[in-house]
């Protein structure tokens, strides 16, 4: 009876905490498993933009993935080869321009809020000079791709042999802010080794191993 009564207890006790828990248990994404996930990111960076519509190539900004395990995410340094000279967008540029003349005035130098952002994470005054008294503050981009810790997913292999980024991250080059497109699953890992052994890539053939070992520590 007493037995009963703990295990009543126990189970109340253990209904309630999966009450109060359950809104987290909601909001948990199981890494591998965010199929569809697409975050705000700190700032507004288009991919459509840049990879797109300018053509600058992948590599450019994630050279990582062509010489180690992560492709890497650009310092802000990188975007800067431009960003010293293109302060807003040309669009803008050229509307205050006409403003400008309209009014008879000279036009006013223009800075896009997004590009401010880059700015003062980088510590620039208003002459895009490295100002002292402002401290420097990596940009907190949101990683949208993620595998369990206790899989070993490597670039290299992937990149040499000529698997394209977009089959594994879909038309990156079309999303203004980038989503998950691929579930990034074992069977869907595993489900293109076979098919890779059969078939090749790009021509050529393939070794791609299915043993367990490869993908876990
Ligand atoms: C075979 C599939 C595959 C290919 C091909 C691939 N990626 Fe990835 N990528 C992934 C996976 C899986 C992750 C998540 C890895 C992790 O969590 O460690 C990832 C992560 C990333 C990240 C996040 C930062 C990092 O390094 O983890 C970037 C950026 C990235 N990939 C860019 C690229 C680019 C650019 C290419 C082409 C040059 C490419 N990827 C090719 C599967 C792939
Ligand atoms: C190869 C040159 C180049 C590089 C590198 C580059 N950009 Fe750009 N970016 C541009 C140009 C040119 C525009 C303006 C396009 C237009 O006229 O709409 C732009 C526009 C933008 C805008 C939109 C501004 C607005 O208000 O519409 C943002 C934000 C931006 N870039 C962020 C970045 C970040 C962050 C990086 C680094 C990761 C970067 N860019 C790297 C050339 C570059
Ligand atoms: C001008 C620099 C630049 C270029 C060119 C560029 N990227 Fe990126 N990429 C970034 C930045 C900055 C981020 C982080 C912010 C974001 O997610 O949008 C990023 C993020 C990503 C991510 C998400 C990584 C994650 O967190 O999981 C992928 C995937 C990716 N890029 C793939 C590509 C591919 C594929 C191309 C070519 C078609 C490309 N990128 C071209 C700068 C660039
Ligand atoms: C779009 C197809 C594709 C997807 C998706 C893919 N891979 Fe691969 N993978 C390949 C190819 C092709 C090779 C290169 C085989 C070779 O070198 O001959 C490879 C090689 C590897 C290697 C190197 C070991 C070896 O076989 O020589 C590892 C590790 C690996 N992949 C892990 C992963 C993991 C983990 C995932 C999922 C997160 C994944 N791959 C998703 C196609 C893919
Ligand atoms: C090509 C890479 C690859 C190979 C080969 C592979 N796995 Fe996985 N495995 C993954 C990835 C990626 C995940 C994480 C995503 C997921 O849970 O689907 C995973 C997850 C798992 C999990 C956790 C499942 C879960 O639901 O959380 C187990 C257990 C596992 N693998 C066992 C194995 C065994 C046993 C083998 C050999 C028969 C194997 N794996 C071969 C990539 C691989």
């Known amino acids: 009876m007493s037995g009963r009564l703990l295990t009543l207890v126990l189970l109340i006790g253990l ?3 999966a009450f109060t828990l359950a809104p987290q248990i909601g909001a948990l994404h199981l ?3 965010q199929q569809g996930y697409e975050p705000v990111q700190p700032i507004a960076f288009s991919h459509r933009l840049h990879a797109g519509e300018m053509q600058v190539a992948c590599l450019y900004c ?3 993935a062509e010489s180690s395990r992560h492709a890497g995410i650009p310092s802000a340094g990188v975007c ?3 960003h010293q000279f293109v302060n807003a967008p040309l669009g803008a540029l050229r509307a205050e321009e006409e403003l400008a003349k ?4 000279k036009p006013r130098r223009i800075i896009s809020p997004e590009l401010q952002k880059l700015y003062d994470a980088m510590a620039l005054g208003a002459d895009l000079k490295s100002d002292p008294r402002k401290t420097p503050t990596p940009i907190a981009w949101t990683k949208v791709h993620n595998v369990p810790d206790f899989v070993y997913f490597d670039h290299r292999p992937h990149v040499a042999t000529g698997v394209a980024c977009q089959s594994c991250h879909g038309p990156v080059e079309t999303m203004d802010r980038v989503a998950q497109v691929q579930p990034l699953t074992m069977g869907w890992c595993v489900n293109c080794h076979r098919q890779a052994n059969l078939v090749g890539v790009a021509g050529k053939k393939v070794n791609a191993s299915i043993d367990c070992s490869r993908c876990h520590y």
Not at 102 to 105: D, M, N, P, Q, V
């Open 80 to 82: 800067m080869n431009c």
């Open 15 to 17: 209904l309630g905490s």
């Open 102 to 105: 309209k009014e008879g005035r």
């Open 31 to 33: 890494p591998g498993n």
């Open 62 to 64: 994630h050279s990582g």
